[in-house]
């Protein structure tokens, strides 16, 4: 309940603390934190970044799932990674489903072009993913970022496009199917 | 299936059995390794016919004996019958909901109700009237003698009408999943919302654990107007997600192909929601 209050109140002074509750092994006080940092948004980023180099597993978990929150480009190694990488599936889902949340008019012009590849090439590979909800969060990034280069770049989102046509043959579990139309009718 | 959703990921370890390994170990002597066969070959769904017919057999295995006399190898053997689809284990089934062990009757009803065969309902009935006496619940209760659960979640699956008298006896069993295991039964066997509600209502309980089990009835049953109930229960998101996945796939189940309704789109929202 303290970790709420100090959620709601949203102040910058919270974040130490806030952090500190990630790595608590209490669900609730976990969930109430993630809120709390996501709320509080860029001054948290830093901080959660460095608290990846090195704490327990379950408060990187936590830490991914703020950072895939607050959408700051500087996340985005991170969720890289562990929406490859990471052996839960429910930190894949949550890094894939902030790869598609990333502000983008955030990150420096010469940086963008490289960023969104390295995006784009992940999506694709987080889609074969074997868990289902994983697949289904891809999709919804994927769907984000076909928009957000619809304009700069016309060829990655006719690619996205291309390839919601072949996913949505192959793929057998009827949500993620439903979620690829949902996308394709954007 | 929804097991599986628990573990971080399958190991490797698991899989480097091979079928012909997993089929050999479970006509072995050593008996872990003859539970673990059977375990394994309903989990990989090896649907092979010797695999098929070694568990059946297995069904009646006097070997493997706890010490409370329960059976371990015909309870994994029972379970991977369901997961295999092969209605040729319908009848052996149906008679190990006579077994002594309550582990295995459990596993028998649910398996029973994942093949779908409703030639299985008289006897699912005779199970659950263990539980009444006339039009009324046993006097001695909680009443742990049947796996009233998995019989009641199997006769609503199967579609079994003419229980409904008697399903709706267990709305007032002291047990709470129990009572929502009738509540999703007759729901599925007369549509009637007043049962979807009950689970709904369900969702706003004390006991995490049984949050958790309203939510899957609910999926199971895939009943709409819970989707933003869903969404809000104290839980975890991978659980809500599953739930919500069962209502999504209802939805498309009744509209017709490649026409997202309404109600589907709302669902996805709100599973975008809990990623």
């Not at chain 1, 993630?34 to 901080?47: D, N, R, S």
């Not at chain 1, 703020?66 to 839960?88: H, Q, T, V, W, Y």
Request: aromatic share 6%; proline share 4%; net charge negative.
């Amino acid at each position: 309940e303290a970790v709420e209050q100090l959620s709601a109140a949203r102040l910058e002074a919270a974040i130490p603390t806030l952090i500190a509750a990630l790595g608590y092994n209490n669900p609730g006080a976990a969930v109430a934190a993630v809120e709390g940092l996501i709320e509080i948004g860029k001054p948290a980023v830093t901080p959660l970044i460095e608290l990846l180099d090195g704490y327990n597993y379950g408060a990187r978990a936590w830490a991914i799932r703020a950072l895939a929150g607050i959408g700051d480009p500087r996340g985005l190694e991170m969720l890289l990674d562990a929406a490859k990488n990471d052996f839960s599936f429910s930190v894949r889902r949550g890094a894939a489903r902030g790869l598609g949340t990333i502000a983008w008019e955030d990150l420096p012009p010469e940086q963008l072009q490289s960023a969104q590849t390295q995006v784009l090439e992940t999506l694709l590979q987080v889609s074969q993913d074997h868990q289902w909800v994983v697949r289904y969060a891809a999709v919804t990034a994927l769907q984000k970022l076909a928009i957000a280069v619809a304009i700069s770049h016309t060829d990655w989102a006719m690619q996205i496009i291309t390839h919601f046509d072949r996913q949505v043959e192959s793929e057998d579990n009827l949500t993620v199917i439903a979620r690829i139309w949902l996308a394709q009718r954007e | 299936m929804s097991l599986d959703v628990f573990a971080p990921d399958e190991s490797s370890s698991s899989e480097s059995l091979t079928i012909g390994q997993a089929i050999a170990n479970l006509q072995g002597e050593d008996l872990g390794l003859r539970m673990y066969a059977a375990w394994w070959l309903g989990r990989f769904r090896v649907r092979e016919p010797v695999a098929v017919s070694l568990l059946i057999q297995a069904l009646e295995d006097e070997a493997d004996r706890t010490e409370e006399g329960g059976y371990p190898l015909r309870r994994n053997a029972a379970r991977a019958l369901g997961k295999l689809g092969d209605r040729q284990a319908v009848l052996p089934l149906i008679q190990s909901l006579d077994c002594s062990d309550f582990y295995v009757r459990e596993a028998a009803a649910q398996s029973l109700e994942m093949l779908g065969d409703p030639v299985c309902i008289p006897n699912l009935i005779s199970l659950l009237k263990a539980g009444l006496q006339g039009n009324h619940l046993v006097p001695n209760q909680p009443d742990f003698s049947q796996p009233y659960d998995a019989i009641l979640e199997a006769l609503g699956t199967l579609g079994a009408t003419v229980a409904v008298p008697l399903i709706s006896l267990f709305l007032d069993h002291p047990i709470e999943r129990i009572q929502y295991a009738a509540a999703r039964a007759m729901y599925q066997l007369t549509q009637d919302v007043i049962y979807g509600e009950r689970l709904v209502q369900a969702l706003a309980g004390k006991d995490l654990q049984l949050r958790r089990s309203a939510l899957a009835d609910l999926g199971a049953i895939g009943y709409l107007p819970a989707a933003e109930a869903i969404a809000q229960t104290l839980a975890e998101n991978s659980i809500k997600l599953i739930a919500l996945k069962g209502l999504l796939e209802h939805q498309i189940y009744m509209s017709p192909s490649n026409e997202l309704s309404e109600g589907a789109v709302r669902v996805m929202t709100l599973m975008d929601g809990l990623l």
